[in-house]
């Protein structure tokens, strides 16, 4: 059993930055990959990023391509988001997810995650 905490949102305004935070406990995941994704007031939660297991590979939905970088330190088995010149829309819940065999476009779906955090509020004001 894989457990996920969220942390390091928080409001700030748009232009700024703020660097997501999720550390993994009760298994590793240095062989999970990793993703994040959001969730605004009334819409679906929706893909972020995503990172394999070595970091090889990352994935980026269109909206926060050149914006946010997905990183991760098995180390420390912890995922890191961070978010440079956020916007008013890039306003949700934020989540970390783990999946041991998504790949590619299958890391997309939020069905194909296993493990979520508990979600942390990003708050971006204009």
């Known amino acids: 059993q894989v457990q996920l905490v969220d942390s390091g949102g928080g409001l700030v305004q748009a232009g700024g930055s703020l660097r997501l935070s999720c550390a993994a406990s009760?298994?590793?995941?240095?062989?999970?990959?990793m993703g994040w994704f959001r969730q605004a007031p009334g819409k679906e939660r929706e893909f972020v990023a995503a990172?394999?297991?070595?970091?090889?590979?990352?994935y980026y939905a269109d909206s926060v391509k050149g914006r946010f970088t997905i990183s991760r330190d098995n180390a420390k088995n912890t995922l890191y988001l961070q978010m440079n010149s956020l916007k008013p829309e890039d306003t949700a819940v934020y989540y970390c997810?783990?999946?041991?065999?998504?790949?590619?476009?299958?890391?997309?779906?939020?069905?194909?995650?296993?493990?979520w955090g508990q979600g942390t509020q990003v708050t971006v004001s204009s």
């Open positions: 997810a783990a999946d041991q065999s998504c790949s590619g476009r299958g890391c997309y779906h939020p069905a194909s995650y296993d493990y």
């Open positions: 009760g298994r590793t995941v240095s062989r999970y990959t």
């Open positions: 990172i394999t297991w070595s970091g090889a590979f990352t």
